[in-house]
């Protein structure tokens, strides 16, 4: 490859002599015909009527705007906006043989200067109606500008042309080679990876068909790697489907709670069915995340944000955890202080995070043990600490690792940051929330 690079300079050498040389050729050719087509011009602009026709044209243009609007000779301001429609044109008038109008200073009145009329051969007046009686007018306008314009424009394009039929004849030795890379790709593109890139020379395009071929070459080796990835996608649709185990826990034990007659009134019978009714509706909408995962169409979206204080987010949030937690038989003791300090967070995720870290304290935590439930403030973060002493068993690892990693997700998702140890048989989370 180096060996390719090393001596491919000869194609980039050779390209910029090729666009110099056709540079320098069609700004020569632009050159000659400018040179050629100046004398034509000049000779047509002085033996034809063009500009006589073009000044009479701009007169009967200028009376028919006058009649057509009703206009003065000291109109100065619909005056010059017919000036300004017709460019590179200037206009005087002149009534009674005093200046009234002069483009180049339309908002001045010229009137009171009392300027007269020149009176030179060369000059020549047209008589023009106005409302206000007869004034003599003076057009002029670069129109032999626009003739030599439209002349150069042409030459320019002609030169540009030229430039194009020189640098195509320049590069057809290399288009044959061109051609046959760009069949191989083809055939690549049809899906046959077996078929090797051409690779000829030491210059550029040499270097272009090994990376090619090289390409070629890694395909095929994703190939042999597709079963492994289809391995780790479904581990993925299995780390997710770890957030479906706690809302089926809770709507099972609910049921237990009601099946067995231990609500004490009608009042709390009818909280656990809307407690089952919230569950199987978390259930429903995780089914759904999955089943959007596990066919591709779940695209990503932006994390809608809420702001509300510590307290109003977490109060009723913790009491229902520790309501659950004690129909369970785990007592918790919680040493939160309650702040009205803003915080930013998600609804849906705040939910499954805390039907995570439940999930876990039922499954692997002591019972012997209390949970505590800690506030925690830094700088600019407040949050929650969660610690219980496990019992280890063959599935606590894993399953701390999937619970854990998805609530790391949601809370980076959200701005913040989840920490978690196991350390002498005590594990400990910790969920930290930015600030407003």
């Given at each position: 490859m180096k060996r390719y690079i090393h001596r491919g300079h000869s194609i980039y050498v050779q390209m910029m002599i090729l666009l110099i040389v056709a540079t320098v050729a069609a700004v020569g050719f632009f050159f000659v015909l400018d040179k050629i087509s100046e004398y034509p011009i000049e000779r047509y602009m002085e033996e034809s009527d063009y500009i006589e026709t073009r000044i009479r044209k701009a007169v009967a243009g200028f009376q028919e705007y006058i009649a057509e609007n009703r206009i003065y000779s000291r109109d100065a301001e619909n005056i010059?906006?017919?000036?300004?429609?017709?460019?590179?044109?200037?206009?005087?008038?002149?009534k009674d043989g005093i200046q009234v109008f002069d483009s180049a200073y339309p908002y001045q009145h010229i009137w009171d200067q009392e300027i007269a009329a020149a009176d030179y051969d060369w000059i020549k007046y047209d008589t023009i109606r106005f409302e206000d009686g007869i004034a003599e007018i003076m057009i002029s306008g670069a129109w032999s500008y626009q003739v030599y314009s439209c002349v150069q424009k042409f030459e320019i394009g002609l030169s540009f042309l030229a430039f194009l039929v020189i640098v195509l004849l320049g590069i057809r030795r290399k288009m044959s080679y061109i051609r046959q890379l760009s069949d191989e790709v083809e055939v690549l593109e049809g899906g046959c990876l077996n078929c090797p890139i051409t690779v000829r020379g030491c210059d550029e395009l040499s270097v272009l068909a090994e990376g090619l071929d090289s390409m070629r070459?890694?395909?095929?080796?994703?190939?042999?790697?597709?079963a492994e990835m289809i391995r780790d996608h479904q581990q993925v649709i299995t780390e997710m489907s770890h957030d479906l185990r706690t809302p089926v826990t809770a709507i099972i034990l609910?049921?237990?709670?009601?099946?067995?007659?231990?609500?004490?009134?009608d009042n709390q019978k009818t909280q656990y069915i809307q407690k089952i009714n919230q569950k199987a509706l978390q259930l429903k909408e995780r089914t759904d995340s999955l089943l959007k995962y596990s066919l591709g169409t779940c695209k990503e979206t932006k994390t809608d944000m809420e702001e509300e204080s510590f307290s109003e987010v977490f109060y009723d949030l913790l009491s229902e955890t520790s309501c659950y937690l004690e129909q369970r038989g785990y007592h918790t003791e919680m040493h939160v202080r309650w702040s009205d300090v803003q915080i930013q967070y998600n609804t849906d995720y705040l939910v499954r995070i805390m039907d995570n870290i439940m999930s876990n304290i039922v499954k692997y935590a002591d019972p012997e043990y209390p949970i505590t439930i800690d506030r925690v403030e830094r700088k600019d973060e407040i949050g929650l600490l969660f610690q219980n002493r496990i019992a280890v068993t063959d599935e606590t690892v894993e399953g701390n690792r999937i619970g854990i990693q998805s609530i790391r997700s949601m809370m980076k998702e959200m701005g913040g940051s989840c920490q978690s140890e196991c350390k002498d048989k005590v594990f400990r989370v910790e969920l930290m929330f930015p600030l407003v």
């Amino acid at each position: 490859m180096k060996r390719y690079i090393h001596r491919g300079h000869s194609i980039y050498v050779q390209m910029m002599i090729l666009l110099i040389v056709a540079t320098v050729a069609a700004v020569g050719f632009f050159f000659v015909l400018d040179k050629i087509s100046e004398y034509p011009i000049e000779r047509y602009m002085e033996e034809s009527d063009y500009i006589e026709t073009r000044i009479r044209k701009a007169v009967a243009g200028f009376q028919e705007y006058i009649a057509e609007n009703r206009i003065y000779s000291r109109d100065a301001e619909n005056i010059y906006k017919w000036v300004q429609e017709q460019r590179l044109l200037s206009l005087s008038i002149y009534k009674d043989g005093i200046q009234v109008f002069d483009s180049a200073y339309p908002y001045q009145h010229i009137w009171d200067q009392e300027i007269a009329a020149a009176d030179y051969d060369w000059i020549k007046y047209d008589t023009i109606r106005f409302e206000d009686g007869i004034a003599e007018i003076m057009i002029s306008g670069a129109w032999s500008y626009q003739v030599y314009s439209c002349v150069q424009k042409f030459e320019i394009g002609l030169s540009f042309l030229a430039f194009l039929v020189i640098v195509l004849l320049g590069i057809r030795r290399k288009m044959s080679y061109i051609r046959q890379l760009s069949d191989e790709v083809e055939v690549l593109e049809g899906g046959c990876l077996n078929c090797p890139i051409t690779v000829r020379g030491c210059d550029e395009l040499s270097v272009l068909a090994e990376g090619l071929d090289s390409m070629r070459r890694t395909f095929l080796d994703s190939q042999k790697r597709e079963a492994e990835m289809i391995r780790d996608h479904q581990q993925v649709i299995t780390e997710m489907s770890h957030d479906l185990r706690t809302p089926v826990t809770a709507i099972i034990l609910y049921a237990e709670i009601l099946l067995a007659g231990k609500t004490k009134d009608d009042n709390q019978k009818t909280q656990y069915i809307q407690k089952i009714n919230q569950k199987a509706l978390q259930l429903k909408e995780r089914t759904d995340s999955l089943l959007k995962y596990s066919l591709g169409t779940c695209k990503e979206t932006k994390t809608d944000m809420e702001e509300e204080s510590f307290s109003e987010v977490f109060y009723d949030l913790l009491s229902e955890t520790s309501c659950y937690l004690e129909q369970r038989g785990y007592h918790t003791e919680m040493h939160v202080r309650w702040s009205d300090v803003q915080i930013q967070y998600n609804t849906d995720y705040l939910v499954r995070i805390m039907d995570n870290i439940m999930s876990n304290i039922v499954k692997y935590a002591d019972p012997e043990y209390p949970i505590t439930i800690d506030r925690v403030e830094r700088k600019d973060e407040i949050g929650l600490l969660f610690q219980n002493r496990i019992a280890v068993t063959d599935e606590t690892v894993e399953g701390n690792r999937i619970g854990i990693q998805s609530i790391r997700s949601m809370m980076k998702e959200m701005g913040g940051s989840c920490q978690s140890e196991c350390k002498d048989k005590v594990f400990r989370v910790e969920l930290m929330f930015p600030l407003v």
